[in-house]
Nanobody
Framework: VQLQASGGGLVQAGDSLRLSCTSS????????AGWFRQAPGKEREFVAA????????DYANSVKGRFTISRDNAKNTVYLQMNSLDPEDTAVYYC?????????????????WGQGTEVTVSS
């Protein structure tokens, strides 16, 4: 495990959470970074991604306007601010880092992954 994700928890619908992703081995500013999630019984899906330069930022339609991805290179950390959480957001959230060419949405293009942090949103 090259990345460490944290910040998950049990919240109510409408609440907010901020997930963090850091690494003790990688200099994250050298990589594009993404967040993916996997709900029980479903495949892993793209949530958000940010390029190393912050120029390119992409969101899944389901989270656009509610989630914000950002990075703090001084802290070697990538964040996912999640607002207006919905029970449909319940999943294990994974951060990833890599150098995908083209789209940032393809999980297979990322080389490094965190262990996942669980987010549960109750109605």
């Amino acid at each position: 495990v090259q990345l460490q994700a944290s910040g998950g928890g049990l919240v109510q619908a409408g609440d907010s959470l901020r997930l963090s992703c850091t690494s003790s081995r990688l200099t994250l500013r050298d990589y594009h970074a993404g967040w993916f999630r996997q709900a029980p019984g479903k495949e892993r899906e793209f949530v958000a991604a940010i390029s190393w330069s912050r120029i390119a930022i992409d969101y899944a339609n389901s989270v656009k306007g509610r989630f914000t991805i950002s990075r703090d290179n001084a802290k070697n950390t990538v964040y996912l601010q999640m607002n207006s959480l919905d029970p449909e957001d319940t999943a294990v959230y994974y951060c990833a880092a890599g150098r995908p060419v083209g789209t940032l949405r393809f999980a297979g293009a990322y080389d490094y992954w965190g262990q996942g942090t669980e987010v549960t949103v109750s109605s």
